[in-house]
């Protein structure tokens, strides 16, 4: 599959098999993680990878119950150092995360795995269930397991409507 079949096939997943991830599918999604850029080449950026069924409900609890997160086999949470600004004023683990979070996904697609990025979550009760220490934050996190369901209908707006050149609405 190349990166645009992935990016066009890619669609968040909510219901998943029971049957569990082969850990050589898991290594290679987490080595496209671990080649994503970081700011000033960092490194700072950690994956957590759940299984246990404990904590993968404690991890439910703290994405407010959400359903999808009792189906799926597994979780990948990505967390960084959360000190790190940059002269852009952006926070340098969001955009670290999201990058590998993003590259994660791809691949998760291109190993016929589901994915769903996982932004209702409480900070506080995950970083205390996985033991995350207090600099750093959990940017997202994704449930992954074989897809038991296709994902909803495609909702993007036309390209025309999203692109200006040469300035803002130009
Ligand atoms: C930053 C972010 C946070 C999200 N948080 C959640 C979430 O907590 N629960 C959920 O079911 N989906 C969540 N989603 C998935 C979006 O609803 C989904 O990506 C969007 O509806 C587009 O659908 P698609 O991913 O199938 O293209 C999140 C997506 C993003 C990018």
Redesign the pocket.
Known sequence: MTVYESIET???I?DFEKRPVEPEKLQRILEAGRLAPTARCSNATRFIVVDDPDLMKKVQEA?MG?A?MGKAPMAVIVCSDSTRVMGCDQRASTVDCSIAMSFMMLAATAEGLGT??????TQEPLKEALGIPAEYDVV?LTPLGYPAEE??P??RKPLEELVYKNGWKR
């Not at 769903?116 to 979550?121: D, E, P, T």
């Open positions: 890619r669609k968040s909510r994405c959400q999808l769903c990025w996982i932004g209702g979550f997202a994902g909803r495609r909702d």
